[in-house]
């Protein structure tokens, strides 16, 4: 008798969905490696962050429609999970927006907004699981 697995909070990230965003992630490093060698307002490194933009599109659309498939329950936690990193991440924009006001140096938001919701979006999916164990 098969039995059948529960997905887990994980379950909307098959290998396919991961391997398109780690393929997605090389296609934005490489096309801003490439782009720094030509001139702020160029067509070429126009053409580079558009194509930065559809690959971060294209992961946005298959994670989503990922998550579309799973159960209530594992909704519910990409969900609060999901909150938990848009809220998290305003909180640290806006947090080292008011320290740069103070005198810190500035970042390039543009770089570590990505990665800060990804962490954030990992920790909410470990908290919410586990209410739900």
């Known amino acids: 008798m098969n039995r ?3 997905p887990g909070p ?6 396919r969905t991961i391997g398109l965003s780690l393929i997605c992630a090389t ?13 702020r307002g160029s067509l070429v490194r126009i053409a580079l962050a558009l194509v930065m933009g559809a690959a ?9 429609r990922g998550i579309g498939r799973l159960d209530e329950m594992q909704q519910k936690i990409q969900l609060e999970a999901l909150a938990f990193a848009f809220a998290g991440t305003g909180v640290l ?10 005198g810190l140096p500035d970042i390039d938001w543009g770089t570590l907004v990505w990665p800060a919701m990804v962490v954030l979006w ?10 739900y164990r």
């Open 56 to 64: 971060s599109t294209l992961v946005i659309v298959t994670v989503t």
């Open 93 to 102: 924009a806006s947090s080292y927006g008011f320290l740069v006001g103070a």
């Open 4 to 6: 059948v697995e529960k």
């Open 27 to 39: 296609v934005i490093i490489a096309a801003a490696r490439v782009s720094h060698g030509f001139p």
């Open 10 to 15: 994980w379950s909307c990230n098959d290998p």
């Open 122 to 131: 990992a920790i909410g999916v470990l908290i919410a699981s586990r209410r």
